[in-house]
């Protein structure tokens, strides 16, 4: 499986941006698929996941500010960001469970101008 991540840039705080991550094949929708986000001097950090029939899971720095989606007819994942924050900035990379492994995608950079 491969993930291409798209749709990063550079935006105000306070401004939105949309991410997207497309898969290569059909990703079932019970797969747990997310977004990880890796600051510069820091680990890569848990965003946001979902998988059908569960309500989405967020970090709680993003909640009620970032949404994240999935269209299954498209094989592509979404991640909605409002609101955004200086301390937002990062490289954000998408993942999915497929089978026994996990795969990434790689990468896009957001950056939030103060």
């Known amino acids: 499986v491969q993930l291409q991540a798209s749709g990063g840039g550079l935006v105000q705080a306070g401004g939105s941006l949309r991410l997207s991550c497309a898969a290569s094949?059909?990703?079932?929708?019970?797969?747990?698929m997310g977004w990880y986000r890796q600051a510069p001097g820091k680990q890569r950090e848990f965003v946001a996941s979902?998988?059908?029939?569960?309500?989405?899971n967020y970090a709680d720095s993003v909640q009620g500010r970032f949404t994240i989606s999935r269209d299954n007819a498209k094989n592509t994942l979404y991640l909605q960001m409002n609101s955004l924050k200086p301390d937002d900035t990062a490289v954000y990379y998408c993942?999915?469970?497929?089978?026994?492994?996990?795969?990434w995608g790689q990468g896009t950079q957001v950056t939030v101008s103060s």
């Open positions: 094949r059909t990703i079932h929708s019970s797969y747990v």
């Open positions: 979902i998988r059908s029939g569960r309500d989405p």
């Open positions: 993942k999915t469970k497929y089978g026994s492994g996990d795969y």
